[in-house]
């Protein structure tokens, strides 16, 4: 029994002192790539480590970025939102201002339209009164007009007193020479003129205008171109002739200002009386 | 006392194939504990 059980042991110490050799055998052979790739493996952990500590340092590094940038945002926004309230403000206070703007545009209008209403009146005044100017400067050009004949005619009036009071110094002597006349006549200047008095007949020419006969062809009227205002009056007696030939006598019986008729009281044979013949009172 | 002589058998020679087996595993493990440097850590 013992024998056997020697037996067994044995040969199970045998087994095991192989199996362990096994073991070792391959621990051994297998050893050197175990520790390749521990040390593979111990490198990659160190270099995850550098890698992580890296990652850690940027992050710690981003991380105070972000964190400072963060700050800075902050004020940042701090400072916008009081700008934004200082606008906000400037806002309100421009919208008020806005608001007195319109008031005052609206006020400025209104002032505005009087203006204008105003202006339109006093551009309708204006045109009254430039139309009252130009009337008036009608007037005055009128007046200067009116002034200046006066003026004209005054001159003349001038003239024509200083030509009566010649005339009138001539006519003195006359009066003078006359009554030294009469006087050497021993005829008294006062005393009165009985009967009438001829008038002085003084040298009127003029033409025959137009001759013209009764029904019965027993008298001839003739009509001439002076009348009374060239000394023509009724009863004178006055030549027709035609270049040196006596043609009648007629006496005056119309007196016009302008124009005479005369009957014809004395006729020749030298020629009818026509129109365009001329007529005198001296021949 | 007497001597009592045996011959060897089979199984004396499994234990020094045995003994040999061990030496051959603690050899193996002795340089493999070498190629770390005796170092357990």
Sequence with gaps: MNNIVSKILIVANLVFSLCFMCFAGAVFTFQAGWRDKANKTQTQLASANDAVKQLQGDKDLLTTNFTKNLEDQKARANNFEAKVNG????????????????????????????????????????????????????????????????????????????????????????????????????????????????????????????????????????????????????????????????????????????KAVGLVIEETRNGTIERGDNVTTKF | MSQQSSDPTIYDGLMFVSLGAVIVGIVFLILALDGYGWSAG
């Design chain 1, 87 to 258: 606008l906000d403000q400037n806002l309100k206070q421009a919208i008020g201002n806005l608001a007195n703007a319109e008031k005052e545009r609206d006020k400025h209008l209104v002032d505005l339209q009087v203006a204008q209403k105003e202006a339109q009146a006093r551009i309708t005044e204006t045109n009254i009164a430039r139309d009252e100017i130009k009337r008036l400067r009608d007037q005055n050009n009128e007046a200067i007009t009116v002034r200046r004949g006066l003026e004209d005619k005054s001159l003349g009036l001038e003239g024509e007193i200083a030509e009566a009071e010649t005339r009138e110094v001539q006519f003195l002597k006359e009066i003078t020479h006359l009554n030294d006349l009469l006087r050497f006549n021993k005829i008294d200047p006062r005393d009165p003129i009985i009967g009438p008095v001829p008038k002085i007949i003084e040298l009127v020419k003029g033409e025959v205008v137009e001759s013209r006969k009764n029904a019965s062809r027993s008298a001839e009227h003739v009509q001439i171109s002076v009348g009374s205002d060239d000394g023509v009056f009724k009863n004178l007696k006055m030549t027709v002739y035609r270049d040196s030939n006596f043609l009648a006598t007629i006496q005056i019986t119309d007196v016009y200002p302008d």
